[in-house]
Nanobody, 123 residues
Framework: QVQLVESGGGLVQAGGSLRLSCAAS????????MAWFRQAPGKEREFVGS????????YYTDVVKGRFTISRDNAKNTLYLQMNSLKPEDTAVYYC????????????????WGRGTQVTVSS
């Protein structure tokens, strides 16, 4: 089992940057494929990007490709999301999630979730 806790959210102006972290408990973090999702008010939770267990393969939704970067440090049991060139439409609660499957994008494919961290981008 994996417990996930996100941090690093906040208020930033459009064009700015934020780095989110997701700290995982347990010794099995390095065996899970990880992802970031986000949910804006009144909208469904949507896939942002994912990274395989080794950190060698990443995948992003087109909306964030070229602006967001996912990485992980298995020695520190931590997942990261570097967000650059932020836009007001990036405003959402951001969640990290863990899956046994690689490169999956649906909410139902992920077994463990954090509680989320709020990111607000002002115009």
């Amino acid at each position: 089992q994996v417990q996930l806790v996100e941090s690093g959210g906040g208020l930033v102006q459009a064009g700015g940057s934020l780095r989110l972290s997701c700290a995982a408990s347990g010794r099995t973090f390095s065996t899970y494929n990880m992802a970031w999702f986000r949910q804006a008010p009144g909208k469904e939770r949507e896939f942002v990007g994912s990274i395989d267990w080794s950190g060698s393969t990443t995948y992003y939704t087109d909306v964030v490709k070229g602006r967001f970067t996912i990485s992980r440090d298995n020695a520190k049991n931590t997942l990261y999301l570097q967000m650059n060139s932020l836009k007001p439409e990036d405003t959402a609660v951001y969640y990290c999630a863990a899956s046994r499957f690689m490169m999956v994008t649906t909410v139902s494919s992920y077994d463990y979730w954090g509680r989320g961290t709020q990111v607000t981008v002002s115009s």
